[in-house]
């Protein structure tokens, strides 16, 4: 992720927003993937370091990258 606290928290909010589509900037909790590729939500509060977090998500995209696939003609939420 990136080098800013700040950013780091807007990817992982941008992230869990894109699987939980109930999450909001206030909510008390972030998706991160588990070692099965499924998201647990974590408290905010509680959350792994931030190596986990970028090693979690890293796994996730290898493990599914098939499954979500990058399509530049294709607005990226509406598949339009």
Known sequence: ML?????????L????RAF???VTTA???RLVPAA???MVKRSIHQLPPDADIK???AAFWKAN?????WDGKKHPFRGK
């Open 13 to 16: 909010f941008a992230l869990s």
């Open 65 to 69: 990258k098939a499954k979500h696939t």
């Open 55 to 57: 090693g979690a998500w």
């Open 36 to 38: 099965d590729g499924k």
């Open 20 to 22: 939980d589509g109930s």
């Open 3 to 11: 080098e800013s606290p700040k950013a780091k928290a807007l990817a």
């Open 27 to 29: 909510s008390e909790y």
